[in-house]
Structures are given as C-alpha cells and as structure tokens.
C-alpha cells in the first residue's frame, strides 16, 4: 500500500487585505510540522503543492527542515474552492450592512454559515467554484494519483482544507451536503492520511495534529 499524506496549510491571514498569506503564527507551524517530520524519518517520494502562495509558503518552511525532500510540484488541482475574503465578502451581502459585525467571533460564525451553503449547493457564492465540479477535479486528481505505478510510494500534499475534507468525504462515501462538517474542524497544518492501491484507496487518519506543540494550535 501506499500513502498519501494530506497537509493543510498554516494559518493564513484571515479578515486582512491580502488572505493568501500565512500569518506569524502559520510560519511557525509549518516549520514546526517540518522538524517534527524530520524527526520521525517520513520521507516522501512526490510532493504535490497547491497553486496558492499559503500552500508553496507552508511547503518551503516545511521543506527547510528535511534535507533531501524531493521538489514541490505545483498541481492547480489541489486549488482551494474559493479564498475566505470571497467567502466573507459573501456573507456581508446576505446579511447586510446593519446585521454585519466586524467582531472576530462573528465573522467566524457568518464564514461558517457560507461554507455550510457552499456545501449544500449554493452558486450564488462570487469567485467561488461550486461544489459538484470542486468535487469533480479533485477526485480525477486523486485516481490519476492512485494509478501511477509503483508500491510503498509516500506522497505529500499541500493544499486547504476544502480540497481534504472532499477528498476525504469521497473516499468514505459521504454526501456534499456533509463536507462542511469536515472541513470546519480541520486545523492549521493537520495531517490526514489516505492509504491507496491501484483500485482502492482507505482514510488511514483524518485531522491529526499530534506533531504540533499546543500553544501553536489553531484553526482559522
């Protein structure tokens, strides 16, 4: 069998400008993630990287750590379904200027209110690619993957949470309209693993966090 290593990107800077940024605190968890794989020997055969400068940032500090890592290729299928100013922007319209709030614990409520539409179908979400062919491209993605030849490969992926928890939800056989329970609980450089061969693919473990210290915890 062969694993496929799902990395979330750190902590972007989200509600600022410029969303596709890692934060101070995301550089550090992507350093951290790659000290501590280099300190357990995983060493991977293919690193695929998302089209977002979060995703190569995050694989380069994580890289830094592990001499030898073979080279991040960029895949625009490993793309996130939109960037969360889209999704904040999104909510402002539906609720209006009087019922917005600039309060951190609020626009985090209204983000997860339009990521839970985006689930359930909605295409009315601006600069947002709709769940059906989301779902599509990353899956094709994922069995052009599994059918490359070769046992025992070790595959990292770098990308957002969107793209894990579809891949995820496909592989259990989940609906769409559950992928939003997946992807709010996903944390800032958790590890998923799915194991794979040539007709078959298994979630070996979803959103782990274990190599990262507790005070670098996050999640939006």
Not at 36 to 53: H, K, N, T, Y
Not at 95 to 105: N, T
Not at 150 to 172: F, N, P, Y
Request: net charge neutral; proline share 5%; glycine share 8%.
């Amino acid at each position: 069998m062969s694993s496929l290593y799902l990395l979330r990107h750190g902590q972007a800077s989200f509600g600022a400008d410029d969303y596709d940024r890692l934060s101070p605190l995301g550089l550090r968890q992507a350093l951290s993630t790659g000290v501590a794989l280099a300190e357990r020997d995983l060493c991977f055969d293919q690193v695929m990287v998302g089209p977002r400068r979060r995703h190569l940032d995050t694989a380069t500090a994580v890289s830094a750590a592990m001499p030898g890592m073979a080279a991040g290729v960029t895949m625009e299928a490993l793309d996130e379904f939109a960037e969360g100013n889209a999704l904040l922007r999104s909510a402002r319209l539906r609720v209006g200027k009087v019922a917005w709030s600039q309060a951190p614990a609020a626009r985090a409520r209204l983000y997860g209110e339009e990521i839970r539409r985006w689930a359930a179908g909605a295409e009315d979400i601006a600069d947002c690619m709709p769940v059906e062919p989301f779902a599509k491209r990353a899956m094709a993605w994922l069995q052009e993957l599994i059918e490359q030849p070769g046992k025992g490969r070790r595959v990292l992926a770098v990308t957002s949470a969107g793209t894990i928890a579809t891949l995820v939800a496909e592989v259990l056989g989940l609906p769409h309209s559950r992928l939003a329970e997946l992807l709010l609980v996903i944390d800032n450089v958790a590890l998923s693993e799915l194991v794979f061969q040539p007709g078959r693919v298994s979630l070996r473990s979803f959103n782990t966090t274990h190599h990262l210290p507790a005070e670098l915890a996050s999640r939006i």
